[in-house]
């Protein structure tokens, strides 16, 4: 199993920043497993869960319309880390944050969720 850890979350003005960080860690017993796409969705209550950002093992990234241009992801590959560094954020942005990363090995392949960092934006 590989798991993820997020830290970062907490409580902001708006237009203020905050980084989050997910850092995976574990192993699949007799193989060796890639982690490849990872990204942030993000989460308010009632509502379904939004892709914020994601970001390739080769370092290519993708952004909802609503974040591009505030938001920025980042990944280490050596050490199974991505960061998201949120500038200018506004209530709107108020969620729940999850990290995912999509895991393989021989033929099979999950995705690893964390458990969530809430992020609060004050008006």
């Known amino acids: 199993q590989v798991q993820l850890v997020e830290s970062g979350g907490g409580l902001v003005q708006a237009g203020g920043s905050l980084r989050l960080s997910c850092i995976a860690s574990g192993s699949i017993p007799g193989s060796d497993f890639s982690i490849n796409t990872m990204g942030w969705f993000r989460q308010t209550p009632g509502k379904q869960r939004e892709l914020v950002t994601s970001?390739?093992?080769?370092?290519?990234?993708n952004y909802a319309d609503s974040v591009k241009g505030r938001f920025t992801i980042s990944r280490d590959n050596a050490k199974s880390t991505i960061d998201l560094q949120m500038n200018s954020l506004q209530p709107d942005d108020t969620a729940v944050y999850y990290c995912?990363?999509?895991?393989?090995?021989?033929?099979?392949?999950?995705?690893?969720w964390g458990q969530g960092t809430q992020v609060t934006v004050s008006s």
């Open positions: 995912y990363a999509g895991v393989s090995w021989d033929r099979f392949s999950y995705t690893s």
């Open positions: 970001i390739s093992s080769g370092g290519s990234a």
